[in-house]
């Protein structure tokens, strides 16, 4: 027998679907798609549908704070008080010792919009450091340096809505058939109602997206800005551009034709791997196209060039005129479900709340002012590599990890586990004993999940909603903001005693009033009572904004959108040579979610990928002598990984995949792909490179 429903939001994806979640007389929950949910109409992927067991299932949960005093003892149980004035004691004497800059917070996409803003908060009004960053930092910051470089703020100009009004998709770098599944329902829905829509996958792997498409350009990785300014060049001899846009709308279209005239198409097409007709004909495509909605994660994102195949693959937007238009516009898909809304919030060590920049002076006076300190640093914070460079070299004494298993997502994972040991205190802040990361902390706080507390989170179209607490947190686990704003208090700040997630909102909605990122019309009540709403929603969009820029008003000084031109073609990342030939891609798989420590414990999704393997073309099988099922040793110059080969002629030949979710689930972590992985950044957005690392491949003979 049901004893209640209510409405929230699937904790996965970036999709944001809604989920109806119905609890029994025994406090088991179950849920289903809502089908009034603007974004799913009902449907829900494997992940989503399977949500209920990981919600039903505590075995796994930390339940009690856990402290050791000395890295020679075990930890063992201690009350919150415990806890949390050994962390405000060691934060404090770190601090007094050797600076605000000595200490750091890792936080992440997953946490909600309230307890980001107070981490952030915390951390940059607070303690006086900027050092705080975010999981996000390895999924989504080059698309952000990418919107503002080209429409002047970090600013998704779409909605879900125009899919079904689009009649050209480009899907680069992303494979939403396994990663984004019911936003390429939709996508499916739309060419099966409209024949003539046309679907473009450009992909080094012959994916589910790829097999559905009318064209898969299968390009050699990191060639994508390549790839992007030829097809610019082929939109252009062809006439298809919007010269009218270009004239009255943007601005540096003289250097961009000038670089997209430097690469011959015949050139392009031999860098890139991808016959030149593929590339005329994807050309010929989008200029013919009413509606041209172009689609990317981290394929573009995660690379040392990432800002530039971003700002790359926008230009093919602003040549076509394809912006601010029903069905038409560049729209990055975000992995993590709020994701969105931590960049909302300065959730990243170079942001500051409500899209202000930490690097001018004016916006760190407001944000100061706002939450009534004398001065936020002027000093960068420390990215995600960077903080944990630091955290090795020293520079960085201690970090408080919430929500994030760096052990297993960060490249580099052995450089990691050095960084860890060395530091002198870890404070992890995680839900579940099966997070690697907690074999590194001093202190381990237990926090509520998906359902055991109230907050907000932002989709990829910018739709917030809020998630409703149904039921009681396990053992002594507390909300994230709870045990953030408890330890402000222990360090003696004042600022932080909220009556609850709902007052912290309200203050972080009266701070967007009159940006571009305005909420100051949306508050609990009316996401409690009226559904979902994208930002802005202010007094002249009380109902929210599905479509930004209609009036082609973009947020630059000029109002223009600019051309970006590529600080350089070639990626820099490490190159191939003799002893490591091959390119290795890391990415997801259908049924699993980031480190696995909500998805790994549900049965029924261990079947479609069971175990990490290593997805090799059946010619470089061939050349390094490798058999189907084959246990094979994959090499970098940072780590092993030995897994089994699985020849398929689906991945590009110089090429090989592996999963990225596996850590040690088999008490060994030569399954962990980041083991391989470099530290090697884009040098604007900071963002890691997880698509292009060399490494050698060979048959495992055991010693
Ligand atoms: Fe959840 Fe994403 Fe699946 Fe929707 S598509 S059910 S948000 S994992």
């Not at 960068?380 to 990890?401: H, N, Q, Y």
């Not at 706080?445 to 055991?452: Q, R």
């Not at 699985?646 to 030569?670: A, C, Q």
């Amino acid at each position: 027998m049901i004893k209640n429903e209510i409405k929230t939001t699937c904790s996965y994806c970036g999709v944001g679907c809604g989920i109806i979640v119905k609890k029994d007389m025994n406090n088991k929950v179950f849920v289903e798609g809502d089908k009034d949910h603007p974004v799913n109409k009902g449907m829900l992927c494997s992940k989503g549908m399977n949500l209920h067991y990981v919600a039903n299932d505590t075995s796994d949960r930390i339940l009690y704070p856990e402290m050791r005093w000395s890295r020679s003892h075990p930890r063992e149980r201690v009350s919150w008080d415990t806890a949390l004035d050994r962390a405000a004691n060691v934060f404090k004497s770190i601090i007094k010792k050797h600076g605000s800059d000595a200490v750091a917070f890792y936080v992440s996409g997953q946490s909600l919009t309230e307890e980001y803003y107070i981490a952030n908060k915390l951390t940059k009004g607070f303690l006086g450091t900027n050092n705080i960053d975010t999981n996000s930092r390895l999924c989504m910051s080059s698309a952000v340096v990418g919107y503002k470089k080209t429409f002047g703020e970090d600013s998704v100009p779409i909605s879900y809505d125009d899919i079904e009004l689009a009649d050209t998709f480009l899907i680069t770098g992303a494979n939403p058939a396994w990663c984004h599944p019911i936003l390429f329902r939709r996508i499916e829905k739309r060419k099966e109602e409209n024949p003539k829509v046309k679907v473009i996958v450009i992909d080094p792997r012959k994916t589910d997206s790829a097999k559905f498409a009318d064209l898969h350009l299968q390009l050699t990785p990191g060639t994508d800005v390549v790839l992007y300014n030829a097809i610019g060049r082929c939109l252009y001899k062809s006439g298809l551009i919007d010269e009218d846009f270009i004239k009255n709308h943007t601005q540096g279209f003289d250097g961009y034709k000038e670089v997209i005239f430097e690469t011959t198409l015949k050139q392009a097409s031999k860098i890139c791997g991808v016959p030149a007709k593929e590339i005329q004909k994807a050309a010929e495509m989008i200029g013919l196209s009413k509606g041209f909605i172009s689609m990317w994660a981290m394929g573009l994102n995660q690379s040392v060039i990432g800002t530039d195949k971003n700002t790359s693959l926008l230009n093919l937007s602003l040549i076509t005129g394809q912006v601010g238009k029903p069905g038409a516009g560049p729209f990055s898909l975000t992995g993590q479900p709020n994701a969105m809304g931590g960049r909302e919030v300065g959730g990243m060590a170079n942001l500051l709340a409500v899209h202000k920049d930490l690097g001018n002076e004016e916006h760190r006076r407001e944000v100061a002012q706002f939450w009534g300190v004398d001065k936020i640093s002027a000093k960068p914070g420390l990215t995600a590599t960077e903080l944990f460079d630091a955290l090795e070299s020293g520079k960085v004494k201690a970090v408080w990890i919430a929500s994030t298993n760096p052990l297993v997502s960060m490249p580099n994972s052995h450089q990691i586990e050095k960084a860890m040991a060395k530091s002198k205190f870890v404070v992890v802040q995680e839900i579940s004993h099966k997070a690697d990361t907690l074999n590194y902390a001093d202190l381990v706080l237990p926090a509520a999940a998906w359902l055991e507390k109230e907050g907000t989170m932002t989709n990829s179209e910018r739709r917030i909603s809020y998630l409703p607490k149904e039921i009681e947190a396990p053992g002594e686990a507390r909300p994230d903001v709870e045990i953030f704003c408890d330890f402000a208090q222990r360090m003696g700040f004042r600022g932080f005693n909220y009556n609850g997630a709902e007052e912290i909102y309200d203050e972080y909605a009266s701070m967007t009033k009159g940006t571009n990122i305005d909420v100051s019309f949306l508050n609990y009540d009316r996401l409690k009572n009226e559904g979902t709403f994208q930002w802005p929603v202010n007094e002249y969009r009380s109902k929210g904004t599905p479509r930004l820029f209609e009036d082609k008003k973009f947020y630059t000084p000029s109002q223009k959108a600019i051309f970006n031109v590529p600080s350089t073609i070639e990626n820099t990342s490490v190159k191939t040579n003799d002893e490591f030939p091959l390119i290795l891609t890391t990415g997801r798989v259908r049924d699993q979610w980031h480190t696995m420590t909500k998805t790994g414990k549900v049965a029924r999704l261990k079947t479609h990928y069971p175990k990490p393997v290593l997805e090799i073309n059946p010619v470089d099988a061939y050349l390094n002598k490798i058999k189907d099922g084959d246990i094979t040793e994959i090499k970098s110059a940072n780590g092993v990984v030995r897994v089994r080969a699985k020849i398929t002629d689906e991945i590009k030949e110089g090429v090989v995949f592996l999963p990225m979710h596996w850590g040690k689930v088999l008490n060994s972590n030569l399954n962990r792909a980041n083991n391989l992985t470099n530290t090697h950044i884009d040098p604007v957005s900071k963002e890691p490179d997880f698509k292009f690392t060399s490494v050698s491949v060979s048959k495992y003979k055991k010693p």
